[in-house]
């Protein structure tokens, strides 16, 4: 089974401060993907970035940088000098290997509301 | 380059009416479709997901049927609605067959459903 862990349910920063949005994963499977999606006030999932078990390096994307910890079992997803246009909820996901008899589905932790004020 | 519609974005309906949500994808063939479900407390629940014509999973027994009636269209439905449907309903599809594993999901805008 699955499951994905964040639990950071709701975090406010006031504008330009750097914010880390935890997660933690759970999975037998030794080849598996992370995903960020945002979903901002309209609803829409929009995707960040994903990543593979089998590549650790981390990677930055202007303000955004993603911390992936295959050790610790983590997928941290940091915001750098905060703008109230990141005010979202913020969902880590896990695609197994294998995901049998399921077809690829994403399992999605259960996201995490950011507030950043200005 | 691929797209998803979902439509309509919201919906109100009266408790023991029927409900249609329709959803297609352009751009591509064969994809991976799926129907999620968001409650107010924000988690994501994966109420259907479809690797082809006719071919239909479920993952939560409830009220809602879906649909696969050409490759790129999924339809969610319901006979009769519970005040339990309302919520918020994302469309995705990811590549199906011949694409990586860990190709990503893409969404659609979602539909707010309220059951009054």
């Known amino acids: 089974a699955q499951k994905v862990t964040q639990a950071q349910t709701e975090i406010s920063v006031v504008e330009k401060e750097d914010v880390t949005l935890d997660c933690v994963y759970e999975?037998?499977?030794?080849?598996?993907?992370l995903f960020w999606y945002k979903q901002p006030p309209s609803g829409e999932l929009v995707f960040l970035i994903r990543r593979n078990s089998f590549d650790e390096q981390n990677e930055i994307s202007g303000r955004y940088s993603w911390n992936f910890q295959k050790s610790t079992s983590s997928f941290n997803f940091t915001i750098t000098a905060s703008q109230v246009v990141d005010s979202a909820v913020y969902f880590c996901a896990l695609r197994g290997r294998r995901s049998s008899g399921s077809a690829r589905q994403l399992t999605f932790g259960s996201g995490t509301q950011l507030t950043v004020l200005p | 380059s691929q797209t998803i519609h979902q439509w309509p974005a919201t919906l109100v309906q009266p408790v023991g009416s029927p409900l249609s949500l329709e959803c297609t994808v352009e751009?591509?063939?064969?994809?991976?479709l799926y129907w999620y479900r968001q409650a107010a407390g924000r988690g994501l629940q994966l109420l259907f997901y479809?690797?082809?014509?006719?071919?239909i999973s479920s993952e939560v027994p409830q009220n809602l049927s879906a649909s696969r009636p050409q490759d790129r269209q999924f339809i969610l439905s319901s006979k009769k609605l519970l005040l339990s449907d309302s919520g918020f309903y994302l469309c995705?599809?990811?590549?199906?067959?011949?694409?990586?594993?860990?190709?990503?999901?893409?969404f659609g805008q979602g539909t707010r459903l309220t059951v009054v």
């Open positions: 751009g591509t063939s064969n994809p991976n």
């Open positions: 479809s690797v082809g014509i006719g071919q």
């Open positions: 995705a599809w990811s590549g199906g067959a011949g694409y990586p594993v860990g190709t990503e999901a893409f």
């Open positions: 999975t037998r499977d030794t080849t598996y993907y």
